[in-house]
Antibody, heavy 120, light 106 residues
Framework: QVQLVQSGAEVKKPGASVKVSCKASGYTLTGYYMHWVRQAPGQGLEWMGWINPNTGDTNYPQKFQGRVTMTRDTSISTAYMELSRLRSDDTAVYFC?????????????WGQGTLVTVSS | SYEMTQPPSVSVSPGETASITCSGDKLGDKYAFWYQQKPGQSPVLVIYQDAKRPSGIPERFSGSNSGNTATLTISGTPPMDEADYYCQAWDSNTAVFGGGTKLTVL
């Protein structure tokens, strides 16, 4: 069965960067888009972008352009999301979510989430 | 930027039908997706492409989308369906989520 296992919780200082990993199993990473979604404490879901694991192409919404970088290592079926210049309002749970074979589709499997806390 | 509006909360009695709406400009021209999220858990896809149910999702979950409103309907709502529900659509290659609706079953 499809499983996405994310790296553990992180505590970072403002201005630092964080890199979250998402290891995929039960399917071929390169066959489906991978998305990242975050959720601030007590708040709703916010999409951060996608990566095409086959080509490495990425798409980020304007809000995150210049601060987020999505990459992948196909040899270990793992996707990564790095967010730089962290601020306190970046404190959130970050999820990876498996997409479809097309970019603009649904998210049918989600990782368990990684809590990133930004605090001085 | 595109926005979708959901009611913050909906209440339903056990066994009754719950309807959760999601409004956005010409939303009916796009596909709507719905996710269920229980406290401390990751979201789960319950409806895709307006009205389709993924494998393993009970038949009591159904969806529709027309005009400016998409609707998630839960028939015969059991207490286990108490959760937050989020609608989602795509606009200009950007995924947009509604603000979420807390469904209370009491």
């Amino acid at each position: 069965q499809v499983q996405l296992v994310q790296s553990g919780a992180e505590v970072k200082k403002p201005g630092a960067s964080v890199k979250v990993s998402c290891k995929a199993s039960g399917y071929t990473l390169t066959g489906y888009y991978m998305h990242w979604v975050r959720q601030a404490p007590g708040q709703g879901l916010e999409w951060m972008g996608w990566i095409n694991p086959n080509t490495g192409d990425t798409n980020y919404p304007q809000k995150f352009q210049g601060r987020v970088t999505m990459t992948r290592d196909t040899s270990i079926s793992t996707a990564y999301m790095e967010l730089s210049r962290l601020r306190s309002d970046d404190t959130a749970v970050y999820f990876c979510a498996k997409g479809e074979v097309v970019a603009s589709g649904y998210f049918d499997s989600w990782g368990q989430g990684t809590l990133v806390t930004v605090s001085s | 930027s595109y926005e979708m509006t959901q009611p913050p909360s909906v209440s339903v009695s056990p066994g009754e039908t719950a309807s959760i709406t999601c409004s956005g400009d010409k939303l009916g021209d796009k596909y709507a997706f719905w996710y269920q999220q229980k406290p401390g858990q990751s979201p789960v896809l319950v409806i895709y492409q307006d009205a389709k149910r993924p494998s393993g999702i009970p038949e009591r979950f159904s969806g529709s989308n027309s005009g400016n409103t998409a609707t998630l309907t839960i028939s015969g709502t059991p207490p286990m369906d108490e959760a937050d529900y989020y609608c989602q659509a795509w606009d200009s290659n950007t995924a947009v989520f509604g603000g979420g609706t807390k469904l209370t079953v009491l």
